[in-house]
């Protein structure tokens, strides 16, 4: 028993120079699509240019949102006494402070010790006793 062993034979393709090749349908809507395009946007010179001195159009301005800290200087100032950071956040909820954290009195209480440790002298707290502030006035 002999095992034949044939070769097979390789055929190269040519390409008919008769019959062009035509482009996908994909690359021709893409080709369309952006020749539309650039025909239906106006050329730079073409667009018009606002005048140098026009002032733009105004604008609503939004009511400002009070800060905790201004609340809790008005609430310490309306008190004329020295209040825990507690009776601080629930007096400016109170009156409008609006947040979103479960311990507001301990934010409240860590930025008025942020303001006093930065300006000093100079900031709108005191801290009169342990967990009291006051109005530095």
Known sequence: MTAKTTKKA???KTASKAMPRKAPAKKLAR???AATVAKAT???SMMAKPAKNATPPKQVAKPKRVSGLDLAAKVLADAKEP???KAIAERAIAAGW???GKTPHATLY???IRE???KGKGSRFKKT???LFATNT
């Open 116 to 118: 006093i440790a930065k």
């Open 10 to 12: 390789t055929t190269k």
């Open 110 to 112: 860590a930025a008025m």
């Open 129 to 131: 006793d342990r967990g």
């Open 83 to 85: 209040l825990q950071a």
């Open 31 to 33: 080709a369309n699509t």
């Open 42 to 44: 106006p050329k730079a």
């Open 98 to 100: 609006q947040t979103t």
